[in-house]
């Protein structure tokens, strides 16, 4: 194992997405994103899933020299950006600002981002936007891996949600996740171990609950309870694919074919600002937050996070050395 820094994960990144046809413009914002994961301790999403990254730059699935651009429009509040099939993170960027500023103006305002690439970890954009004082929501759909409650045939992708709350005297209260009950870097890791999986993880192809991690991934994952679960995806897939002019999970080939079309996904952001709708909303959220704190042993949603967080600022990163190896490969 190497312990590497910060800004070492966040140069090494770099590098390695330059060397792989990511221009600069397209390299660094994703660069700084592998290191807010690594630094989370969110691995599996950072360095861990460089190599794909890499391996998709070099196949044509992303356009490491695209130039995302805001397309022009007539509502004040709606944000529209096209990610011209680069990673999803320099479109954010280019948008969060205007989208700060609309929601600050009119109260509430919408980012779409259209023909982009996963943008990760869908938490850290959410936290930037709770950063400038506003509530963020968060929607962006993914490749098919789940079927509607019910069904066989894989409609849904993992399509994650995520919002995030400005607090007055502390870090912004965050929340991540999937629609599935895990996500397909856990169940795809079990089917490299050979190791059994629970069985409401996911179905085989008739169905079926499954406790085999290869017919899980042939078949379909499972919603995160159940039905209510696959409600939530469907919402997100028509906040981030069909509202915004996205493909459809369902047309989007699997992150784990190296090369072919870009998957051409979406997001879609919403900004509130509190201060539009009524007063005190900084001292509720604190006794809210407080009431959470202090009925032990609940925490606060991101907790684990911050901590793993403050100490990678302080001690660095472990990496393994067959990850660096595969990186510089």
Known sequence: MARLSLAAIEDLSRTALRR?????????????????????DLSAVGLGYLPVCLAHLRGGKIAGDAVPARREGHRLTAIRIDAASGFAHPSFDIGVEPLAAA?????????????????????HPVE?????????????????NMAPWGGRKKLFGTNPLAFAVPRADAPPLVVDQATTAVTKVRLAAAATSGAAIPPDWAFDVDGKPTTDPKAALAGSMAPSGAAKGANLALLVEVLAAALTGANLSADIAPYAVGEGVPPGTGQFFIAIDPTAFADGFAERIGRLAGAIIEDAPARLPGARRLAARAHAVRAGVEVDDALLARIAA
């Not at 660094?28 to 994961?37: E, F, G, K, L, N």
């Open 103 to 123: 929601a600050r103006g009119h109260g509430i305002a919408a980012l779409s981002i259209v023909r982009s690439y996963s943008i990760g970890v869908l938490g």
């Open 20 to 40: 792989a046809g990511a221009a600069a413009h397209q390299a660094d914002p994703v660069a700084r994103a592998i290191r807010r994961a690594e630094a989370d």
């Open 128 to 144: 930037d936007i709770a950063d400038r004082g506003l509530i963020a929501l968060a929607f962006t759909n993914s490749p098919p």
